[in-house]
């Protein structure tokens, strides 16, 4: 059972508000009185916004612990941070009422805060002390639970303990929500919560189907989620949800990944920002993926999102640099036929890289004055000669066009591979390749199909004994 504890990770500057001077006309109103705080301590108040925490208003605070932040434009509402020196910080809610205060003791922000003015957070806190008070039972339990882990009884009433105390809880939730349904705390309630899974149906041959409880959970994982409510955009409960989503219930390939982003996004089409949110944190998550192939999700999410102008918040700037990238890593993604090159070797001789008959073909883009090329290359050379013999050939293509440089580098360290490079930059290689540093290997099949890319020498030989050994299997399966 996990207790509602949201971390602050870091906070990042989105707008910092001049402090109004309380009283007047202001859309809120958030006043704090914290024992224990020293005067003139500089404080933020501060949202959750996806993953990330941005301020949103500054004070300083008097000689008794008292902040007040005011402002004349309504807080969006969502989840609220009061962030104190060396890091210290309270969760708050922020909706429809925006004129209370909060009073606390930083002994125990929890459990002395007293809160006037806002039902919201009387319920909000009044939830934390419970939860507080479960996690006082469970611990015990759980601590018992290591110790007698080799005791199957033991275990079980313990277990047996433990889910009654989870049971507990979701009823508490589940009862708030339905007595409170427009709260915000009800939809955090709701947006957190995973489906009841029931027991699993037997297949025909009598046994329990153990492909039931994730693909139950899978189809049904978004249920209590209102994707219409854009307070929830102020937690952090979507960005979980949805990093959870993609990450542990869809299966790693792309083509799984963009019928979950898919899913996920015309759900989000219920409210604008939602959807922005989506739409950008799916698209950027899988641009910056280090995970080789995932770049296909950012294609797909840029042609089917982007270049059809559903991204409404992109000016044409921007639109033109993300379906530029999109159509440069296009004809790059795994599985494609890479795009030929016909270059010249030291002798001025052309070089056709699909005239290459090898098993495997190692397309390397590298450059003899690269402090990094000097460390690949000679591991790569050592990994030639003892894989040739497995039908793999090296296509090298020098990515600079000092040719006498070029040349005695490759009589120096002996490179009886394929050399070959471009003297007047005739085939646009770098941009058809996307090489903007080196060295860039790629690893094309008998077809020339790319089987992997962008990956380090010492990747290679397992990388390689792995589709040998999978083209056995598939051979002796036919």
């Not at 910092?16 to 809120?28: E, R």
């Not at 910080?89 to 806002?118: C, H, I, P, R, W």
């Not at 309630?189 to 699993?200: L, Q, V, Y």
């Not at 394929?418 to 058809?432: E, L, R, S």
Request: hydrophobic fraction near 35%; include cysteine; proline fraction near 3%.
């Amino acid at each position: 059972m996990n207790a509602f504890k949201l971390f602050i990770t870091s906070i990042l500057v989105s707008t910092v508000t001049t402090l109004s001077i309380a009283g007047g006309d202001n859309a809120y109103n958030i006043k704090f009185k914290i024992k224990g705080l020293p005067k003139d301590s500089l404080c933020y108040l501060a949202n959750y916004y996806g993953e990330k925490q941005y301020i949103q208003d500054t004070a300083k605070s008097g000689p008794d612990g008292q902040l007040v932040f005011t402002g004349k434009e309504k807080l969006k509402g969502g989840i609220y941070l009061l962030v104190l020196p060396k890091k210290k910080y309270f969760d708050f809610l922020v909706d429809q009422v925006q004129d209370f205060t909060l009073e606390t003791d930083t002994a125990d922000y929890v459990k002395n805060m007293k809160v006037k003015g806002s039902e919201d957070n009387k319920n909000f806190y009044e939830y934390l002390g419970y939860i507080a008070v479960k996690q006082k039972e469970v611990e015990p339990l759980q601590a018992l639970m290591k110790k007698s882990k080799n005791n199957k009884d033991s275990t079980k009433m313990i277990s047996e303990k433990i889910s009654r105390i989870d049971k507990e809880v979701k009823a508490y939730k589940i009862n708030f929500a339905k007595q409170h349904p427009k709260t915000l705390l009800a939809q955090i309630f709701n947006g957190m919560s995973e489906p009841e899974i029931p027991e699993a149906p037997k297949l025909a041959n009598g046994r329990v189907d153990s492909s039931f409880a994730f693909k139950y959970m899978r189809a049904h994982y978004w249920d209590n989620y209102d994707f219409s409510d854009e307070r929830l955009l102020r937690t952090p409960i979507l960005y979980n949800k949805m990093k959870n989503y993609m990450d542990n219930m869809t299966y790693p390939m792309p083509d799984s990944l963009n019928a979950s982003a898919d899913l996920i996004i015309a759900k989000a089409k219920a409210n604008q920002e939602v959807f922005k949110y989506v739409v950008y944190w799916i698209t950027y998550t899988y641009e910056t993926s280090q995970i080789m192939g995932m770049d296909a999700v950012f294609v797909h999410m840029a042609e089917k999102y982007y270049m059809t102008k559903q991204a409404f918040w992109v000016d044409s700037t921007q639109l033109s640099k993300i379906t530029q990238r999109a159509m440069t890593l296009k004809p790059l993604l795994l599985g494609k036929y890479a795009p030929n090159l016909t270059m010249k070797d030291s002798s001025m001789n052309d070089h056709t890289m699909y005239d290459v008959k090898a098993k495997f073909t190692i397309l390397y883009f590298w450059d003899y004055g690269c402090s990094h090329c000097k460390k690949a290359t000679p591991k790569l050379l050592e990994y030639y000669h003892k894989a040739k013999s497995k039908g793999v050939e090296v296509f090298a293509v020098g990515t600079e066009t000092n040719a006498e440089e070029w040349k005695k580098y490759i009589k120096e360290n002996k490179l009886d591979w394929i050399n070959v490079y471009d003297p007047y930059y005739q085939t646009g290689f770098k941009k058809t390749y996307d090489i903007y540093s080196t060295p860039v290997i790629y690893i094309l099949d008998e077809n020339k199909k790319i089987i992997a890319k962008r990956l380090d020498v010492e990747q290679i030989d397992g990388l390689i004994e792995h589709e040998i050994n999978k083209r056995v299997i598939e051979k002796s399966n036919k």
